[in-house]
């Protein structure tokens, strides 16, 4: 089975811009959650989607928001880049049978000037 | 009460020897504790996990063991390899709330040959 697969890899953005990430799970995996992970504050919960519907949200402000598809991929999106955005993006999949069960995606690295 | 506490920050250790890190929480809702080993470029693995009505978990080097009324486990990793060398994170999660794992802030393990 693939892994979970993230685009872009990198991306640079300036203050004020706003970028779209992309996720595709394990085949057959409904549940796909999003983590930030920064040196300071380590990795820390975003949101998870199963079937298109945001199912648990960590403390990040509104300006982070995610959707999914029905066939399970996942976009996250964050409005009004700020330098303290920089940070790696990590986008997890979790079977039905074991939702604790994260499997990582190798994460987008995103750079804000 | 969220916080997962990880100790040490970073650790040396030499071929063949054990390798330990600490972790602590206070949230006793917590369920389900696995480890995670993050290579640099890729995202984190889930290495091992417990539940907290058994005390120890070994799976081949890997051990866990975990003291309830503590609030405390931690990962053993016996005869360790410098193909070993990683971040490690403990983390925390509740079965309700499956996806939302609470990482410790991980530990930087260098294993000399």
């Known amino acids: 089975k693939a892994g979970v697969t993230q685009t872009p890899r990198y991306l640079i953005k300036t203050r004020g811009q706003q970028v779209t990430l992309s996720c595709s799970p394990i085949s057959g995996h409904r549940s796909v959650s999003w983590y930030q992970q920064t040196p300071g504050q380590g990795l820390q919960f975003l949101f998870e989607?199963?079937?298109?519907?945001?199912?648990n949200k960590g403390n990040f402000p509104g300006r982070f928001s995610g959707r999914q598809f029905s066939n399970s991929r996942s976009e996250m999106n964050v409005s009004t880049l700020e330098l303290g955005d920089s940070a790696l993006y990590l986008c997890?999949?979790?079977?039905?049978?074991?939702?604790?069960?994260?499997?990582f995606g190798p994460g987008t690295r995103l750079t804000v000037l | 009460q969220q916080q997962v506490k990880q100790s040490p920050q970073s650790l040396i250790v030499q071929k063949g020897g054990i390798s330990i890190i600490n972790c602590a929480y206070e949230n006793t809702a917590f369920d389900y504790f696995p480890w995670y080993q993050q290579f640099p470029g890729k995202g984190p693995a889930l290495l091992i996990a417990i539940r907290p009505d058994v005390s120890e978990k070994k799976e081949g080097r890997f051990t866990i063991s975990f003291n309830k009324s503590a609030k405390q486990f931690s990962l053993h990793i016996m005869d360790s390899q410098p193909g070993d060398s990683a971040t490690y994170f403990c983390a925390a999660s509740i079965h309700s709330s499956a996806s939302k794992i609470i990482f410790g802030s991980g530990t930087r393990l260098s294993i000399r040959p």
């Open positions: 997890a999949s979790a079977p039905e049978s074991s939702y604790n069960e994260q499997f």
């Open positions: 989607y199963f079937s298109e519907t945001q199912r």
